[in-house]
């Protein structure tokens, strides 16, 4: 049985920071991400890594404040936000692929999904 569990997220002023993780139980060597849903908007690719290091993928609207890193021993991922703006409000659903190949051609389905969690920032 493949799992992602995630955990992370909560309410946070703007400027602020949030670490997501996410852990992947059942698969070995896919890729682990995020996409997230903000309400009235599309769903976007947020950030994905793959068991190969290399494999990645991050968004232009997080580039500079995002960083996602990897810990295979554990198969988690990591989501650093920092610099956090309301713009960045929405559900944050952790996603696992065999590679990030999708996030790049902007897929919105994928493989395997976590339970979500809610990111809020707002003063």
């Known amino acids: 049985q493949v799992d992602l569990v995630e955990s992370g997220g909560g309410l946070v002023q703007p400027g602020g920071s949030l670490r997501l993780s996410c852990t992947l139980s059942?698969?070995?060597?896919?890729?682990i991400g995020w996409v997230r849903q903000a309400p009235g908007k599309e769903r976007e690719g947020v950030a994905c890594i793959g068991r190969n290091q290399g494999n990645r993928f991050q968004g232009d609207s997080v580039k500079g404040r995002f960083t996602i890193s990897r810990d295979n021993a554990k198969n988690t991922a990591y989501l650093f936000m920092n610099n956090l703006k309301p713009e960045d409000t929405g559900v944050y659903y952790c996603?696992?692929?065999?590679?990030?190949?999708?996030?790049?051609?902007?897929?919105?389905?994928?493989?395997?999904w976590g339970q979500g969690t809610q990111v809020t920032v707002s003063t």
């Open positions: 059942g698969l070995d060597y896919y890729a």
């Open positions: 996603v696992s692929d065999p590679l990030c190949d999708g996030f790049h051609a902007g897929a919105e389905a994928h493989d395997f």
